[in-house]
């Protein structure tokens, strides 16, 4: 396949599986994009070439920046013991005994071999490990493990598997020159990605004092920063550009966000440029997993040394080999630090660690798209030209690890742990580490939110937009009538559709099927009204047979709603609404007849009066419970009319500009009281920090769209 075709390819079906996601929430997303990649190879037959340089530039580089960039400053320093020790001892750890039993297992596969699929199949995907951890809620001693080692795992995993790649292809090992080899591509990769970040930031930090501040440019610079460190050690000085990235993104997470030089709208811009390309990576390789499935289980039948059963088995006994050694190392590390805890705080009782525990954390060892990304630039062949020995075999075995991972994590842990939550990772997560965990709580904090009982984010809204409606009310003036109603209208829609979703069925229903009464009412006034006009002869014929051509459709619209129980609070509804009110103001407008434009803006006003007459009226009978009518229902209803009524008295396009001035106005004051809102939830405690934060960035996201919209005009 032509490499442009693959590209447009993969990125439909990125789209595509986050769309089957959304409504098949419980599979991670990941192993949608397996099955997907797997029916474009099967059903398409579609295949990636891939080259192992660019593969680990294009996949690897940006990844690993991204997550150094994210991780959390407070944790990582306060957790630079356990972070190193662990993501360094525990991975060569799982590549030296994982590779002896692999080979154990495997006895044609070469111990290079083994060793690099053991050393490839140690990092685990940080933002699973993440929401994993956070579900099961493990002790800190734990948590400082699962946490902290899937940053810097990904970086020393990769340099075991690239050093065991290359005794394979080479044929040449030597344990002094490889031990000199490690301590200079480790060290030289960590000063690389030191200095080159740091020659980006002062060269940035310049040409910002220079006046260069562009965001755009600024953001793309950040983009390319990855590619250029990982480059520059690999290429020139020969060391880890995998470490060199993780680095650079550390110290641009530190330094890269100076106060003189950082803009909210950089910051913005950045993020959200970061957020697609992770999610488009991800998406990519595992797509990629599932398209080179086939091959490798081609290549595994084609064996007549193994058959594709015995392959499957292999993948389960290397998975278990490989939670078996995580859970061993969990459990004897909280172990130690435990004891050493009782010896150091004699006072104090620490809770010996359970295996429950150490399991959870086991299982959050999921593989993800470095495991895959990296599995996948195995070379073809090996120095002298032959075939690269068990390749077939390792790139099936690491493919049956990670989707053995992603299932058994996808079926225990809801099991096991307490939080039935479906189960995340990168791929279906663009928020870093840091994010997952931005309410900043410690422990002792979360213990105590648990037992508070906060409101849903659909109460919340619905409160902050009803305080935005009053104050709306409160600006209302005969100079702005019209666009008071228009955004009191639009935010009626929003609470009216929230407030059905917090209703039970039974509820939903009486209310829809009162609203539905109302509107009958209504209705029989506006045709009333009408006919009045037309029987007074102070409309023509003309505008008489437009204006009940129009309450006929709107009635034929009630009768198919009222039969399929269409909910009218929602989308539907309110696009039907704004799509009426346009086409009156368009009849109105341009109407080449300037007595039939004058006779529909009358029928119009008179037919919202007669509305909302005819709902008084009904209201004011003896045979009428008023209180069985929802409130939000009927303020929905009259101040339709009311617009209506509103939008009649609009007669040139010269009134325009000042509308949408007013309507600025109100909004700008609108998002006002919604601010105050969330801030007087929240020193209720009605809700948390991290929900607070939540609807203030959406109420800022609002804010931008208003001053972007105002621009454009």
């Known amino acids: 396949m032509h490499i442009l075709e693959a590209v447009i390819l993969l990125m439909t079906l990125v789209v595509f599986s986050n769309v089957v996601d959304h409504f098949v929430p419980s599979v991670p997303v990941s192993l949608i994009q397996v099955v997907l990649g797997l029916g474009a190879a099967l059903i398409m037959n579609v295949t990636i070439p891939l080259e192992t340089d660019w593969f680990l530039l294009l996949f690897i580089a940006p990844l690993l920046f991204n997550d150094g960039r994210r991780f959390p400053k407070k944790e990582l320093w306060k957790l630079r013991g356990p972070i190193l020790a662990n993501a360094i001892v525990l991975v060569f750890l799982t590549t030296i005994l994982g590779g002896l039993l692999f080979h154990l297992l495997i006895p044609t596969m070469p ?52 050093y065991a790649i290359a005794a394979t292809v080479t044929g040449v090992f030597s344990i002094k020159t490889a031990a000199i080899d490690f301590v200079y ?41 990855p590619f250029v460190v990982y480059l520059v050690t690999e290429e020139f000085l020969h060391a880890s550009g995998v470490i060199a990235v993780v680095t650079a993104g550390i110290i641009f997470h530190f330094y890269g966000t100076a106060p003189d030089r950082s803009q909210p709208e950089l910051k913005l811009v950045s993020e959200k440029t970061w957020d697609i390309i992770i999610y488009t990576l991800n998406g990519i390789v595992f797509l990629i997993l599932g398209i080179e499935l086939p091959l490798a289980t081609t290549n595994v039948i084609q064996n007549n040394r193994i058959n594709t059963f015995s392959a499957l088995g292999i993948s389960f006994v290397a998975w278990f080999i490989l939670l078996a050694i995580r859970v061993i190392w969990i459990y004897g590390y909280q172990a130690f630090t435990s004891i050493r805890s009782q010896k150091i705080e004699s006072l104090k009782t620490k809770e010996m660690p ?135 209208l639009d ?51 003309q505008a008489y047979l437009i204006a009940t051509a129009k309450l006929q459709r709107l009635e034929n619209r009630m009768i198919h709603s009222i039969g399929h129980k269409i909910k009218l609070g929602h989308g539907t509804a309110r696009n039907f609404v704004k799509l009426r009110n346009r086409i009156s103001l368009w009849l109105i407008r341009h109407n080449t007849d300037e007595d039939i434009s004058d006779e529909l803006a009358l029928i119009q006003r008179e037919q919202a009066k007669a509305a909302i007459s005819a709902l008084s009226d009904y209201f004011a009978r003896d045979d009428i419970d008023n209180q069985r009518f929802d409130s939000q229902s009927v303020y929905h209803l009259i101040v339709h009319y ?72």
Do not use: C
């Not at 060269?203 to 220079?210: P, T």
């Open 354 to 488: 359970t295996f429950k525990a150490a399991l959870l954390a086991g299982l959050s060892g999921v593989r993800g798209a470095v495991t895959m990304a990296g599995v996948l630039s195995i070379p073809m062949a090996v120095e002298n030209g032959l075939p690269f020995p068990s390749r077939s075999l390792a790139l099936f075995v690491a493919a049956g690890v990670i989707i053995i991972s992603l299932v058994v994590a996808t079926v225990m842990l809801p099991l096991i742990s307490e939080d039935k939550a479906p189960l995340l990772t990168r791929a279906n997560s663009t928020d870093g580490p840091d994010e997952l965990d931005a309410d900043g709580l410690d422990d002792e904090d979360e213990e105590d939110d648990e037992e508070t009982k906060y409101i849903s984010e659909d109460e919340a809204r619905v409160y902050i937009m009803k305080l935005a409606v009053q104050r709306i009310e409160e600006e209302r003036r005969p100079n702005n009538q019209k666009e008071a109603f228009d955004l009191i």
């Open 642 to 713: 009311r617009n209506q009524i509103e939008l009649a008295k609009v007669h040139s396009k010269k009134q325009t500009k000042n509308q949408a001035m007013n309507y600025q106005s109100l909004r700008i004051k609108a998002l006002a009281a919604e601010r105050e809102g969330v801030q007087v939830l929240l020193e209720q405690g009605n809700i948390d920090w991290s929900m607070a934060a939540h609807l203030r960035q959406y109420i800022n996201y609002s804010e931008t769209v208003l001053i972007m919209d105002y621009q454009n005009q």
């Open 185 to 225: 591509i480790s060290i030289m990769g960590f000063i690389s990605g030191l200095i080159v970040m740091g020659l980006i930031l002062l060269m940035e930090n310049w040409l910002y004092r220079q006046g260069i501040n562009d965001v755009i440019f600024s953001t793309v610079l950040q983009v390319t920063t």
């Open 111 to 162: 111990f290079s071999v083994s060793f690099a699929l053991a050393a490839i199949l140690s990092p685990t995907d940080p933002v699973a490990v993440q929401s994993i951890s956070k579900r099961a809620k493990l002790p800190e001693g734990i948590l400082h493990i699962v946490s902290g080692e899937s940053l810097i795992n990904d970086a020393s995993g990769l340099i075991a598997f690239k």
């Open 491 to 541: 935010y009626q829609f929003l609470i009216r559709r929230l407030e059905l979703k917090l209703q039970d069925k039974k509820e939903m229903d009486s209310i829809i099927s009162d609203e539905l009464a109302l509107r009958r009412v209504a209705l029989r006034g506006e045709r009333a009204a009408v006919q009045k006009l037309y029987d007074d002869q102070k409309i023509s014929k």
